[in-house]
């Protein structure tokens, strides 16, 4: 069992756990595979039972914890030739639907994405890897909301939390921040410039460049 935290007790919102509990799940402190027992949620965040199970619910909802009925939750096991399977796919989706962001994309939109990749930058240098995950979730968001095909648009929200996306330990170094950030600024820029080829391009090689490393390392490390 971990030892407990004083976060603010009973003042912490499900939200609050959420992000305390991707943190240690980040760090090590919870490891893959290990079951997530409430009883040592609640003492370890000093909050109500209610609050650890609303958050455990959420971070299944994403899809970033498991669930098996019967027996609860726990940090799912990294399965890299899955992931590697689905950011091929993904590849193809993102690539085939950039060209709605192109069409579609007015000046402010374009200024709303540069907003939000400066979002992540900050997120990248200075927040937590919840706000990391969240920053470049709402990026994505954006960028696949000009999608006029409502079924891909679902298919490719619904990839991305399936994976890479998805992983936990998501940036495990600098460069892969830094090369996150940059690709975000890119696709900004490509649209901008309303060049199809370039934003299909940086597109493929913010999922398949991560795929490289999970060819290399045998496990998944970053997120797109």
Known sequence: MTEPINEGGAKMTPDDISQLL???????????????????????????RIKVRNALSYL???????????RGYRVPEPNPSREKEIGEVRSLLEAHAAADAIERATTADMDKLQS????????AYNGTSFAQMEANRAFHTVLYGFCQNEFLHELILDMRRQGPAAPIGQWQT??????????H??????????????????????????????????????AV
Not at 25 to 41: M, V
Not at 62 to 69: A, K, M, T, V
Not at 174 to 183: H, R, V
């Open 22 to 48: 991707m943190a240690d799940i980040n760090i090590g402190i919870f490891r893959r595979g290990e079951w997530l027992k409430q009883i040592d949620l609640e003492r370890r965040y000093n909050c109500t």
């Open 60 to 70: 299944h909802s994403q899809r970033l914890i498991e669930h098996i009925p019967n």
């Open 116 to 123: 939000l990749a400066e979002d992540f930058r900050d997120a």
């Open 174 to 183: 600098m460069a892969q921040l830094q090369n996150s950030t940059q690709d």
């Open 185 to 222: 600024f890119d696709i900004v820029e490509a649209i901008r410039q309303r060049d199809l080829t370039a934003l299909r391009g940086i597109i493929a090689r913010h999922i398949t460049g991560n795929l490289q490393e999970i060819d290399e390392t045998g496990t998944s490390e970053t």
